[in-house]
């Protein structure tokens, strides 16, 4: 079968033809529909998180259940259900007991600690596939699997509520679906902050009431401060330190800064200004079944509308290489199904 696979020589990743997986206990075969390329891909591929050479990546994969093993009772042939970078948690420790799988210590990761779904078959562990609603596109559904789930997660972390304003910083794969989640979900006003025109325009399109470009715009935080009075909550999907210093500055006293995004650097914070402002900052990764659950639902219902292009398989170097330079608009989405 055709698998994408992180391979450093080749400049991170690689089409190979790979052997098929086989299913355990508790697992399920699945025939991939489609997989998105998330930014994450591209960080694994380059080995920013431990290097995982020949390591099938994918973890917006979307396919039909083909066969099930042994035990197997959550699942049955012919459903279709998302491979989710939270792949697995063990089922007891405080996090899986308390409503905080993805921070699980024994936790597996689609495309990065396990093989993912940029490959024609892959294996679910059955109980952690979310299965996907009907009337939602397969490729629409592949986006939220990872970009959507994980800004829907992240906008209820920074407690967004109707009528108040939420920052979102970079207006990517995940930004342009943090936009959408936050305006026609929470019905927040939304201000959304990239250095590329293109992606504003695109942020503006699916409902951004603001959009402000970092590079044109001197003090962005002064910026966004008087626009808005400060905002309540801010979402920092954008792969940059500049993004996550300029976030501190856009918030109100009392708001909360939610980090996304995964730049290998630190942040500035001012411990005066957090400590007399009450400002909130938290890290928020994906979410967990219950949050894709709801995620896919907005989607289905038309709520959220997650822009796409499919593409073919053998583009994947492409694809990547396109991520790195940021020419992306929404997400490309690798497709499996010919
Ligand atoms: P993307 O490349 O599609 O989008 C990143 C966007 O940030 C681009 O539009 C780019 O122009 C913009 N940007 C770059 N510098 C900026 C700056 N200084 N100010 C404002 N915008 C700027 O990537 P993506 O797929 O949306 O992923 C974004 C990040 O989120 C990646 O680091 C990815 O690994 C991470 N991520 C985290 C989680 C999580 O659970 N926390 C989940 C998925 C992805
Ligand atoms: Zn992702
Ligand atoms: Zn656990």
């Known amino acids: 079968m055709k698998a994408v696979v992180v391979n450093q020589e080749s400049n991170g990743v690689e089409v190979v033809e790979h052997?098929?997986?086989?299913?355990?206990?508790?697992?399920?075969?699945?025939?991939?529909?489609?997989?998105?390329?998330?930014?994450?891909?591209?960080?694994?591929?380059?080995?920013?998180?431990?290097?995982v050479p020949g390591r099938i990546l994918g973890h917006e994969g979307i396919g039909i259940v083909e066969e099930i093993g042994e035990g197997v009772t959550s699942l049955k042939v012919g459903d279709r259900v998302s491979i989710?970078?939270?792949?697995?948690?063990?089922?007891?420790?405080?996090?899986?007991?308390?409503?905080?799988?993805?921070?699980?210590?024994?936790?597996?990761?689609?495309?990065?600690?396990?093989?993912?779904?940029?490959?024609?078959?892959?294996?679910?562990?059955?109980?952690?596939?979310?299965?996907?609603?009907?009337?939602?596109?397969?490729?629409?559904?592949?986006?939220?699997?990872?970009?959507?789930?994980?800004?829907?997660?992240?906008?209820?972390?920074?407690?967004?509520?109707?009528?108040?304003?939420i920052a979102v910083y970079g207006a990517g794969g995940l930004g342009n679906l943090a936009v959408q989640y936050a305006k026609k979900v929470f019905n927040a006003h939304v201000v959304a902050i990239d250095i590329n025109n293109d992606k504003l325009e695109l942020a503006k399109e699916v409902g951004a009431d603001l959009i402000v470009n970092g590079k044109e715009v001197e003090d962005v935080g002064a910026y966004i401060q008087e626009k808005t009075g400060g905002c309540h909550g801010v979402v920092v999907t954008a792969v940059s330190k500049v993004a996550f210093n300029q976030a501190i500055d856009s918030v109100r006293a009392g708001g909360t800064v939610v980090a996304v995004g995964l730049p290998s650097e630190y942040m500035d914070l001012s411990i005066v200004k957090t400590v007399l402002d009450g400002i909130r900052v938290v890290g928020s990764l994906v979410g967990t079944r219950k949050d894709l659950e709801e995620a896919f639902a907005f989607g289905a219902q038309g709520l959220v509308v997650p822009v796409v292009e499919k593409v073919s398989v053998d583009e994947a170097p492409e694809v990547f290489e396109q991520m790195e330079k940021g020419t992306i608009q929404g997400r490309k989405v690798l497709d499996f199904s010919k």
């Open 19 to 51: 052997e098929m997986p086989t299913i355990g206990h508790g697992e399920a075969l699945v025939k991939v529909d489609c997989c998105g390329v998330c930014h994450t891909d591209l960080h694994v591929a380059h080995g920013d998180f431990g290097e």
């Open 84 to 165: 989710a970078w939270f792949f697995e948690g063990c089922g007891h420790c405080e996090y899986c007991t308390t409503g905080r799988e993805t921070l699980c210590r024994s936790v597996k990761n689609a495309g990065y600690s396990v093989d993912g779904g940029m490959s024609e078959y892959a294996v679910v562990t059955a109980d952690y596939a979310v299965k996907v609603p009907d009337g939602l596109d397969s490729a629409q559904a592949s986006s939220i699997t990872c970009a959507g789930v994980t800004t829907y997660k992240a906008i209820k972390e920074a407690g967004a509520a109707p009528g108040q304003w």
